[in-house]
């Protein structure tokens, strides 16, 4: 049995978003850590398959986990 590590970073920063978008849903300012974290793996496994598209929306994705996080700290 072969094991694709490329496939599994995709799959873990799938969860790590999932996860976020639960956490935001119940309103957990850590959401955006785990957004983060997500996003940066989507980033990663964007480069490992070569592909810009879902590169340039993990990187736009990622400022607006920073954007978001700022905006909830200025309340």
Do not use: R
């Not at 920063?13 to 850590?30: D, E, P, Q, V, W």
């Not at 996003?39 to 490992?48: E, K, P, S, T």
């Amino acid at each position: 049995m072969d094991i694709n590590y490329i496939e599994i970073v995709g799959w873990i920063g799938f969860l790590f978003i999932i996860c976020g978008y639960y956490m935001n849903a119940k309103k957990h300012s850590y959401c955006f850590y785990i957004w983060g974290i997500g996003n940066i793996l989507f980033i990663l496994y964007a480069v490992l398959i070569n592909s810009n598209p879902m590169l340039l929306m993990s990187i736009f994705t990622l400022g607006m986990n920073v954007y978001g996080y700022l905006q909830w700290n200025k309340n």
